[in-house]
């Protein structure tokens, strides 16, 4: 088992930047790829970015690259999602999720998902 705690989720205007932090703890070992995705009312969740534990390889929406990178820290097992130049479209709940591959990770099949925290941009 691997679980998952996002934290650093708040409210934010527009043009503003927040950073996410991931704490995983267990196995993670058997999860080669963490990152992000996220939830905005009344739509579908959507990848946002991954990163590889060995390599540090990382892997971005198009939505969002520019903006937002992804980043991890081996020695802490965090995750972390810097956020910067932020809109009201990324309003959403935003979850770390884990996964023994990144195609499985931005096909939305994730193996572990954290419970998620809110950022939410105002105009």
């Known amino acids: 088992q691997v679980q998952l705690e996002e934290s650093g989720g708040g409210l934010v205007q527009a043009g503003g930047s927040l950073r996410l932090s991931c704490a995983a703890s267990?196995?993670?070992?058997?999860?080669?790829?963490i990152g992000w995705i996220r939830q905005a009312p009344g739509k579908a969740r959507e990848f946002v970015a991954a990163?590889?534990?060995?390599?540090?390889?990382?892997y971005y929406a198009d939505s969002v690259k520019g903006g937002f990178t992804i980043s991890r820290d081996n020695a802490k097992n965090t995750v972390y999602l810097q956020m910067n130049s932020l809109n009201p479209e990324d309003t959403a709940v935003y979850y770390c999720a884990a996964a023994p591959s990144v195609p499985l990770l931005t096909a939305m099949s994730a193996n572990y998902r954290g419970q998620g925290t809110q950022v939410t941009v105002s105009s």
């Open positions: 990163i590889t534990w060995s390599g540090g390889k990382t």
């Open positions: 267990g196995r993670t070992f058997s999860s080669s790829a």
